[in-house]
């Protein structure tokens, strides 16, 4: 038997104090949402899910300038959009973007368990695409002379 997983990594910069704090409000949703799910053994809505942690470096003397976010193991990226949307609606406006993209990995070199994807997103929209798609249509543009 394999594990797979799917593993993300992006920062943004924080831009004001209650930016910081919504963010941190964020991922104590994020965390209560994925204890439940542990303790129901079972699915949780998708929103909480995602943020496994973020990180941010800081002094005494000032406040955070970035967040990185990050998940190791089982990032759940369609949530991590979804808060992600929240805060952009709250602090950022309509037409501010945020991008990343992740990797779909396995602990055995089996044929079919790698690729990724990335996201591109608004408040209001996103735009998704996937590494196995982009690659049969390039491969489709090689085959057909249309690159």
């Known amino acids: 038997m394999s594990n797979n997983y799917q593993q993300s990594s992006f920062s ?3 831009r004001s104090p209650d930016e910081l704090s919504f963010l941190r409000v964020l991922e104590e949703r994020a965390e209560r949402a994925e204890e439940r799910d542990e303790e129901a053994g079972g699915d949780v809505p998708p ?17 955070a300038t970035s ?6 193991e089982s990032c759940n990226v369609e949530a991590m959009v979804l808060g992600l949307q929240e805060f952009l609606a709250k602090f950022r406006g309509p037409t501010e973007t945020i991008s990343l993209t992740w ?11 790698f690729s990724g994807g990335g996201v591109a997103f608004t408040a209001t929209r996103a735009k998704w695409i996937d590494a196995e798609t982009a690659v049969r249509t390039f491969e489709t543009q090689l085959q057909t002379g249309d690159d």
């Not at 929103?47 to 406040?63: K, L, N, Q």
């Not at 967040?67 to 190791?72: I, L, N």
């Open 12 to 14: 943004f910069d924080i």
């Open 67 to 72: 967040a990185a976010f990050y998940a190791e």
């Open 47 to 63: 929103f909480e899910v995602s943020i496994i942690e973020f990180g941010w470096g800081w002094t005494s003397e000032h406040e």
């Open 103 to 113: 990797a779909n990995t396995c602990d055995r070199p089996l044929g079919d368990s």
